[in-house]
């Protein structure tokens, strides 16, 4: 094609039609212009369907948007069954999946995601790997990153133990023994159980670290117990939130709760209903991971 731009042979329609091409070529070049930075932090929870439960999670909304007061700052949880009882409800909850996708239509280019887990089992794995698919798309988010749960290295592991320390009541005597209810899980994770035992040893030779789903079961607890003095027995979860585990395995009237199993055999049972995301020293834990995670996301 031929263009003569001599003013005989070009009419002033076809002139504007020029510049009018002339100005899309121009938006078109522009296409590649660098997005705006847009930081966000996404915290990842299993989730709990009591209300009673839900004061940790405040407890940790809280301290979050304290400690990055210009951090747009959302929520998502794990568990698929709990999503679907509270959308029965009325209360709508993101998966990771779902927050990421609305994140990444927002325009946001950098996301720190925090695992509010307590161990790296099966859940926490599906958030890396939910995560990880979700950076780097065309015009997606260009880079996420992911803090560890609670219980990662050996640092987190003492860190734990004294910050739980700190909460176990006050009016425990000597002989008294503290009972620590975690999940447990068919995940090799489930290591992280008996293995913060031996962490609890070094400072409180009178705690046990049991679980609901994993080893080491109330039974082996029991025969841990008998060989020692009878005194009484303080029972605490060991998960961010007292919900259903908490108030039903553990601490419930039913017959096969650890209160009931253990009350039965002769020892006298102290529920406390507190989740670890109630304690402001474990709250530190996850809070330093998502720290972590988050000055990864300038590297
Ligand atoms: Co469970």
Known sequence: MQYRFGAKFISIPALILLILLFQTAVAFAGHGEAKKEKTGILLVAFGSTMPEAQVSFEKIDERVRSEFPDVDVRWAYTSSIIREKMAGQGTDLDSPALALSKMMDEGFTHVAVQSLHTIPGEEYEGLVDTAESFEGMPKGIDKISIGTPLLYSDADMRAAVSALKSVFPSERKDGDSIILMGHGTHHAANIYYPASQYYFELVDPNVYVGTVEGSPSLDDIMKELKSRKKGRVFLMPFMS???????????GNESDSWKSILSEAGYDCIPVLKGTAEVPAVLDIWV????TAYSELKH
């Open 288 to 291: 330093d991971h998502l720290k």
């Open 241 to 251: 939130v007292a919900g259903d585990h908490a108030r039903n395995d553990m601490a």
